[in-house]
């Protein structure tokens, strides 16, 4: 299994938060009864639930969603806890796919920053299973990158970058870069009606640390292809020690409603 440091997912969090669309998430909480229950995938420490916790409007004071949380890691699932309603934690290898009955008693389904590294026939079977049900999928990266100022080894970097990024990590040949665009073809197949916003990250001088850990993560990645990295990641370096290094990195969030709901219930 593809394991997260709870350090890199507490790291990328504000930038992740900055990022999503309020939209979509406020057009997801409008579908959903008052006390509703959510499953969120691949939930690690909870990020998205807290998002959506905090963020939200829910429909009477007290009525947060009662969540259950899945995830593979035991100590990202534990930090999980803290929310403010009701929580189930279910700790489980998601590689296999879910099963029909885990969505069978909820209400919606949500995942963040996950399905880059499933495949596509993983989401098939998953959009199967999930039918029916409103879906709010924030922050699946979609291929899109632009550095500033730009270096001449960018593109070779990363397009191999890219390249591992479709590495199979448990779930098949991963859909890496090219996940959000099919997840929106694969659910518009199985009934879904989608709607997406960009949710970009744009990094500049207020994130240091997660430019340092990002530029070390992508030099740890291209590194065994056999790409050279030493003098693009001392540039980088000290481009981020004088707050010269900006990114903007793309991600799209999804919103998917099954056919059945009206276009008047979506507010
Ligand atoms: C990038 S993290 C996102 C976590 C969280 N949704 C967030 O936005 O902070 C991806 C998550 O997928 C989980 N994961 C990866 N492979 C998994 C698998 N085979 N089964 C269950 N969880 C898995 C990891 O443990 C991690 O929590």
Same mark, same amino acid.
């Given at each position: 299994m593809e394991t997260f440091t709870g350090d890199w997912l507490a790291l990328r969090g504000a930038a992740d938060r900055a990022a999503r669309s309020k939209t979509l998430a406020a057009q997801f909480v409008s579908v959903l009864p008052s006390n509703p229950r959510v499953l969120d995938l691949a $939930?690690? +420490? =909870?990020a998205n639930a807290k998002y959506l916790e905090t963020e939200m409007t829910w $429909? %009477? &004071? +007290? %009525? %947060?969603p009662s969540w259950t949380f899945v995830d593979g890691d035991t100590d990202l699932l534990a930090q999980a806890?803290?929310? #403010?309603g009701p929580v189930e934690l279910r700790l489980a290898d998601l590689s296999s796919g879910i099963s029909r009955e885990w969505t069978a008693s909820v209400d919606g389904v949500t995942a963040s920053a *996950? *399905? /880059?590294?499933? $495949?596509s026939d993983w989401f098939e079977a998953f959009a199967h299973c999930v039918r029916g049900v409103p879906l709010l999928f924030a922050l #699946?990266?979609? =291929?899109r990158w632009r550095w $500033?100022? %730009?270096?001449?080894r960018d593109n070779d970097i990363m397009a191999v970058f890219a390249r591992d990024q479709k590495r /199979?990590? +448990? *779930?098949?040949p991963a859909m890496g870069g090219g996940a959000a665009m099919a997840m929106i073809r694969i659910l518009n197949a199985h009934g879904f009606i989608v709607s997406s916003r960009p949710a970009d990250w744009r990094l500049g001088t207020a994130h240091a640390a997660l430019l340092e850990a990002l530029i070390q993560n992508i030099a740890a990645a291209v590194t &065994?292809? +056999? #790409?050279?990295t030493l003098g693009w990641l001392t540039c980088r370096r000290q481009q981020i020690g004088q707050g010269e290094l900006r990114l903007r990195l793309g991600h799209l969030d999804l919103f998917a409603r099954p056919a059945l709901f009206s276009d008047s219930e979506v507010s």
């Open positions: $939930s690690g +420490g =909870g $429909s %009477a &004071p +007290g %009525a %947060a806890r803290e929310m #403010t *996950f *399905f /880059d590294l499933v $495949s #699946t990266i979609d =291929g $500033s100022p %730009a270096h001449d /199979d990590k +448990g *779930f098949g &065994p292809y +056999g #790409t050279d």
